[in-house]
Structures are given as structure tokens and as C-alpha cells.
């Protein structure tokens, strides 16, 4: 039975959908499909969370076991508050390295997930969509660079919110958050990538 690791944000648990609408829990949901037994992700995460709350959370859950892979997708509440990019390349690392460990030393069983683009949704109205892209551009630039320095893999899933993000059958009730929906096409993305990692 493989384990799984979820840390993340709002993105993570689902904000606004039904736990098992997450794409962690529909991610395990496809590697049942293809008979890879998983158990339901153990997730770590929090609407609103950064880099440094993350870090700071996992601090607090004292996880002491290892699992068979590990997610991550943070950074969208760093861009959101105006916080440094350079001050994010650097908390990223640290949050890579420890999910690195999670993942028992094995750098290729984990999988980091690109920012979403929020600014192309309802909830960005008014605000400056074009200046949000380049800083989530520039954010996921900087966390695909990181990601493959550490031998890990990056999941991107960016273009799917741009193309998605004005139907309101892909967006939460809030005009924000992905719905099931969204987050299904995640994980088909993932899944075929923990596959390959597994069975390799």
C-alpha cells in the first residue's frame, strides 16, 4: 500500500469542493484505477497559507514517517501579498528539501504543481491581471528551476486555469478556486507522472 503526502494551500484541500473532489483525493482515486493501491492522501494544508506558514505547519505536525511520494504546490498567497521573489526561491528550497525527506531521500517521488492563474478569474475583476500573470510567470520560472536543480518533478497546470478560468463550470462558487472539475484535469496530469515513478 503506497502513501501519500499532500502540502499545500487552498489548492490542496480544495477550497469550496467536497474533500474527495481535491486533486489529491481524485489523483489517488486514478492510481486506484490503474491497481496501484494507494491509501487517501494525508494532507497538510491551509486557504490563505505561504511559503513560511507552511514551513511553520509542518514544524507543528511533527510528522516523523515517510511516504511513497509527496506533493507540493505553494506560492500563489506569497504573490498575492507582494512578498519577494527572491525571498520565495529561498522558503521553496527549504519546503523542497523537506518534502524531499518526506519522501524517504527519493528525489523523483516528488511532485511539485505549478501555480495557478488566479487573475484571469471573476474574482480578479479590477484588479491588474496583467501584471498578476507575469508575477505568477515569474514565481512558477523560478519554482520549475528549483524543482528540476533538485531532481524533482514539475507538474504543470498553469494553462489549464488560464483556458478555464472565466467558465464557471471549472470555478468554485467564489469565482476564485478551481471546481472538481479543474482539479480533475490535475490529476490526470499526476497520475500518469506517479505511475511512471512507481512502476518505473
Request: charged share 25%; proline share 4%.
Amino acid at each position: 500500500m503506497y502513501s501519500f503526502l499532500a502540502l499545500g494551500d487552498s489548492y490542496t484541500i480544495g477550497e469550496q469542493v467536497p474533500m474527495e473532489k481535491n486533486f489529491p483525493f481524485q489523483t489517488a482515486r486514478l492510481l486506484r484505477e490503474e491497481n496501484v493501491e494507494v491509501a487517501d492522501p494525508v494532507i497538510v494544508a491551509k486557504t490563505g497559507w505561504t511559503t513560511d506558514e507552511l514551513a511553520m505547519a509542518v514544524r507543528e505536525e511533527g510528522i516523523k514517517e515517510t511516504f511513497s511520494f509527496v506533493t507540493l504546490l505553494i506560492g500563489v498567497n506569497n504573490q498575492y501579498r507582494g512578498r519577494d521573489l527572491e525571498n520565495y526561491k529561498q522558503e521553496f528550497s527549504q519546503l523542497l528539501d523537506q518534502a524531499i525527506v518526506f519522501a524517504n531521500g527519493h528525489t523523483q517521488n516528488v511532485f511539485v504543481l505549478s501555480i495557478p492563474d488566479w487573475g484571469v478569474t471573476p474574482f480578479a475583476e479590477g484588479k491588474d491581471r496583467e501584471l498578476i500573470t507575469k508575477q505568477i510567470d515569474d514565481y512558477n520560472a523560478a519554482k520549475k528551476e528549483i524543482t528540476l536543480a533538485h531532481k524533482c518533478n514539475f507538474c504543470d497546470i498553469t494553462d489549464s486555469t488560464r483556458r478555464n478560468g472565466t467558465d464557471k463550470d471549472f470555478l468554485a462558487e467564489d469565482g476564485l478556486h478551481p471546481s472538481a472539475r479543474e482539479y480533475s484535469i490535475w490529476a490526470e496530469r499526476l497520475a500518469p507522472m506517479i505511475i511512471g515513478v512507481l512502476k518505473g
